[in-house]
T-cell receptor, first 116, second 115 residues
Framework: AQTVTQSQPEMSVQEAETVTLSCTYD???????LFWYKQPPSRQMILVIR??????QNATENRFSVNFQKAAKSFSLKISDSQLGDAAMYFC?????????????FGKGTKLSVKP | EAGVVQSPRYKIIEKKQPVAFWCNPI?????LYWYLQNLGQGPELLIR????????DSQLPKDRFSAERLKGVDSTLKIQPAELGDSAVYLC?????????????FGPGTRLTVL
């Protein structure tokens, strides 16, 4: 069974600075997808970024980028120029590419605080 | 485009009472998920629908939980009877599944408190 581990329960960053959230996963599959979701206190889970395992190029979305290391099974999220609105819980998630699978497997999350 | 809609946002009930949650997915999305999120944890899948068929309900406690997705659009998740341990957030997500991949979009969730 696949597992996702987020080893940082809480992180803090100064506004306008850069922060990196860690995520590791365990799988025997070679084809899969990885996601970062943001969950503000309002509870709405918002997709931040998506990475296909077959792509070597790291995904980027504006201030958000990932460092995908397939061999190390590592998938970290870098937030540049942090803003107050980035404060939230961040969840790393794994999705198998197998046709019979479909659900996301989540880590326990990292609570990010942004200091003004 | 409207996102995933869930209601109610909050529900407080006494143990042994029934409760139901409703989800309206994004228009055109063929796949619908119900997740359970306990405090301080990531969501865990309860059931997945593709159109009107439940294709993965292995994590659904069938003795007290039931779900339906009539006509392959809206879905209802029911608990009867509720127990104290059911207090959690119930999230609905939907996606347009093409081949073996999709991206899931979540609703705001229903926070259930069982007293």
């Amino acid at each position: 069974a696949q597992t996702v581990t987020q080893s940082q329960p809480e992180m803090s960053v100064q506004e306008a600075e850069t922060v990196t959230l860690s995520c590791t996963y365990d799988t025997s599959e070679s084809d899969y997808y990885l996601f970062w979701y943001k969950q503000p206190p309002s509870r709405q889970m918002i997709l931040v970024i998506r990475q296909e395992a077959y792509k070597q190029q790291n995904a980027t979305e504006n201030r958000f980028s990932v460092n995908f290391q397939k061999a190390a099974k590592s998938f970290s999220l870098k937030i540049s120029d942090s803003q107050l609105g980035d404060a939230a819980m961040y969840f790393c998630a794994y999705r198998s590419a197998k046709g019979s699978q479909g659900n996301l497997i989540f880590g326990k999350g990292t609570k990010l605080s942004v200091k003004p | 485009e409207a996102g995933v809609v869930q209601s109610p946002r909050y529900k407080i009930i006494e143990k042994k009472q029934p409760v139901a949650f409703w989800c309206n997915p994004i228009s055109g999305h063929n796949t619908l998920y119900w997740y359970l999120q306990n405090l301080g944890q990531g969501p865990e899948l309860l059931i997945r629908y593709e159109n009107e068929e439940a294709v993965d309900d292995s994590q659904l406690p069938k003795d007290r939980f039931s779900a339906e997705r009539l006509k392959g659009v809206d879905s209802t998740l029911k608990i009867q009877p509720a127990e104290l341990g059911d207090s959690a957030v119930y999230l609905c997500a939907s996606s347009l599944r093409t081949g073996n991949t999709d991206t899931q979009y979540f609703g705001p969730g229903t926070r259930l408190t069982v007293l």
